[in-house]
């Protein structure tokens, strides 16, 4: 991305993870970190929303979480200035996508793999 601040020279893309144990629940925290970090792409694991995921400034794409163990929701936050489209079949421990902008084209993916579930979770991706 384009780096306002230093007349529009290139700057590193910024990738964050996180495990939240609920977006809801650490708004502020989320909101604190993602203003002193300033992600490019934020992935999220174990959101506990069963609804849409939403990020302040960000475009979400996301698996939501689903009744049953391990299956907690996870997503990835775009920054607004980037394209972001998903990729691959839905599954309730990864969200996958290919994101677009001046540094050329990344595929991300935020992973959630719960304890006796690796291997299975590995062989989906």
């Known amino acids: 991305m384009m780096d306002p601040g ?50 302040r400034g960000y475009k979400t794409l996301y698996e939501p979480a689903e009744d049953g163990a391990g299956k907690q929701g996870v997503g990835i936050a775009i920054h607004r200035d980037l394209e972001a489209s998903k990729i691959g079949s839905p599954s309730p421990h990864f969200c996958l996508c290919e994101a677009k902008g001046l540094l050329g084209k990344l595929t991300v993916g935020s992973v959630y793999m719960p304890c006796g579930e690796q291997t299975t979770t590995m062989e989906s991706l």
Do not use: C
């Open 6 to 55: 230093n007349r529009g020279a290139r700057r590193l893309l910024e990738v964050t993870t996180w495990n939240t144990q609920g977006t809801k629940s650490k708004s502020l925290e989320l909101e604190e970190a993602i203003g002193l970090i300033r992600p490019d792409v934020l992935l999220l694991q174990e959101t506990l929303e069963k609804g849409e995921l939403w990020v």
